[in-house]
């Protein structure tokens, strides 16, 4: 028992856990879209992080396994590339080598990204297939709506994901699709039940309902989006009481089913028995941005190229490692 006490990371009243940990691939601030909602442009270091491609710092090795080995004792289970740009847009070698080196500490690696660069014909096209060799094992396609000309206007690239979705399922990838709900996209509980049955017929496992994040305090650079966002927001916390509702229905049409919470309290839904393919199934959780982290538990340690790991995105002070 001593000895497995030596491997316990304690913070604050208990010991500290965490699901996950994203790394930021880089300080590359100049993305592939053009979100109306961009998180990247209203979290710190917005206005000073690097532009230019000569000055983009990526993450190193020594401090990298630093933090995998750092997630890996705090019982992580995912390694997720993400950053204030798409991550397609790195080095393939560079994502290929992170994910490789995330596999060795972690079962799952995830990568967060539009999609745009891995369409046919795209600069990145055999990218995904090159990631899944490498230890990628799960994809989260950002998807403001299934609509086109909806999602161009959101996201500001000429193409979704929609499509890569049966793609990533052939390479035996677990697919999500990551939507964040708006005034000018999905905005009501029958828009998420239609975008969930579009994202299921598709193909996909797993649908994260999004809230957008509304920051306290607007840097200049990113004072369009932030009056954008606060514009647009809609209560996701409404729309996840609402499921909680039609899923104490048994017979609800939907065959949403409510299970166990996650340890910062977010409720776990099931939907199935209504997609194309009968014995197809979709998860789905929702995002608040004032939900609580579970205490101990840690949704995401954010590691930065830094070589430094930080609880999460909203302030370098909140650093772990």
Known sequence: MEEQGKDRIAHGNGQMRAQSISLMCST????????????????????????????????????LRVGLQYAERLGATHAILTGKADPTQE?????????????????????????????????RARL????????????????????????????GIPKSAAELIPTARELELLVRCSLVMNAQGVRDTAGVLDYIRTAGNLGAHQVVVREIWRPKVCGPCNAGVYEWSHANAIDVATIQEEFIRIASDPNNAYGLQQRDRLPWGTPVFVVGGHFNDPSHGVNVTFSCTEEGTGGAVLKSIVHKPDGHGYRNWDHNGESLY
Request: net charge negative; glycine share 6%.
């Open 28 to 63: 590359r601030t100049c993305c592939n879209a053009g979100c109306r909602f961009c998180i990247s442009r209203t979290t710190p270091d917005a206005d000073t992080l690097a532009r230019s491609p000569d000055n983009i710092v990526l993450c190193g090795e020594r401090r």
């Open 128 to 155: 995904l297939e090159q990631l899944n060799d490498q230890g990628l094992t799960m994809v989260s396609f950002s998807i403001a709506s299934f609509d086109e000309k909806t999602n161009r206007e959101l996201m």
């Open 91 to 123: 080095d393939p070698n560079y994502l290929l080598w992170l994910a490789a080196v995330a596999r060795e500490y972690v079962p799952a690696v995830d990568m967060h990204t539009n999609g745009f660069l891995l369409h046919p014909g795209k600069s």
